[in-house]
């Protein structure tokens, strides 16, 4: 890998070769196409999105299955990166409060530059090898922790510091990039390859490496809570009923879960302390709302084997 210096005689390392950074013959006359014609080329480039999933099924797999036994074990889950990669990993820490109710510290994203960094470009700041070392010690993670270390290209040295610090702290590691191994390699516990292939516009990682992530994201972080009983069948018990929509949300899986006509499942919900699941767990056994406080803690949060320990043929 060549490098050349910049004016600051900083070394640039010739980056060429990243399947990131490569010209897409696809779209070689992007901007002679008619906007109907734009749309369709990146609909047929994002199908390659799916291929990318399913082509890493089995990493992202195990990653779920090591980040729900972290958390299980009072672990937490950190999302570390720059620029786009940053900011998908800081928005899908972000809603896992208000859709699994879980507390703001168990699933964290940490960006470059800081919460400034996700509505300005700060890409300069990824540069620093130290500077994702040392976010890593700030949050005091330790081998409890997991962290997934998200980087289109593969190279983002904040990325790789982070990762290292984590490492050397005993905290299982994951890196995300849609680089092939043998382009970037890092020493990671897992390591996910999301290859989408060069971008519409070349470089441009918002594009498909950035949706392909965003749904590798979307898989984990969901499917942990999942395997966290946050979820019965296919619905978000734990949601957090904070505001007019969640409320309804709320109230609807009442009705659809129990039978209920609305009024009944709202005073349900009222006697849970609009806790859903406790409200399930309520209707379901019949215990009040001090008992099934109990029989949830005592099934780390599992609703179905809370009714289960009642109600065994269930």
Not at 103 to 113: C, M, N, R, S
Not at 125 to 139: C, N, Q, S, Y
Request: net charge negative; hydrophobic share 40%.
């Amino acid at each position: 890998m060549s490098a050349t210096s910049n004016m600051n005689n900083k070394p640039i390392i010739e980056r060429g070769h990243l399947l990131t950074e490569q010209v897409n013959p696809n779209s070689q006359n992007l901007d002679r196409l008619s906007s109907l014609e734009l749309v369709d080329l990146f609909n047929q480039e994002d199908a390659q999105t799916l291929a990318a999933i399913a082509a890493a099924r089995t990493q992202l797999a195990q990653t779920i299955d090591r980040a729900a036994e972290a958390l299980r074990h009072g672990g937490r889950l950190f999302y570390v990166g720059a620029g786009t990669s940053g900011r998908l990993g800081v928005l899908d820490a972000a809603e896992c409060p208000p859709t699994f109710c879980t507390p703001p510290e168990l699933v964290q994203g940490i960006i470059a530059g800081g919460a400034g960094a996700l509505v300005r470009s700060s890409e300069d700041l990824e540069d620093k090898f130290e500077d994702g070392v040392e976010a890593i010690a700030h949050r005091h993670i330790t081998e409890l922790d997991i962290v997934v270390g998200i980087t289109a290209g593969g190279t983002t040295p904040y990325v790789h510091g982070a990762v290292h610090g984590a490492r050397q702290r005993g905290a299982t590691t994951v890196l995300i990039a849609c680089v092939p191994a043998e382009q970037v390699s890092i020493e990671a516990d897992m390591d996910i390859r999301l290859i989408v292939g060069p971008e519409v516009l070349a470089g441009s990682t918002r594009l498909k490496a950035g949706t392909v992530t965003k749904m590798a994201l979307n898989i984990i972080s969901t499917s942990v809570m999942v395997k966290l009983g946050k979820v019965y069948g296919n619905r978000m018990v734990d949601v957090a009923v904070t505001n007019a929509k969640l409320h309804d949300r709320a109230l609807r899986i009442l009705q659809d879960l129990t039978g209920l006509g609305r009024q009944e499942a709202g005073y349900l919900l009222e006697r849970s302390g609009r806790v859903v699941k406790l409200a399930l767990l309520m209707h379901w056994t019949g215990v009040e709302k001090e008992e099934g406080d109990r029989l949830l803690a005592e099934h780390q949060g599992n609703l179905r084997a809370a009714v289960k320990s009642l109600h065994p043929n269930s």
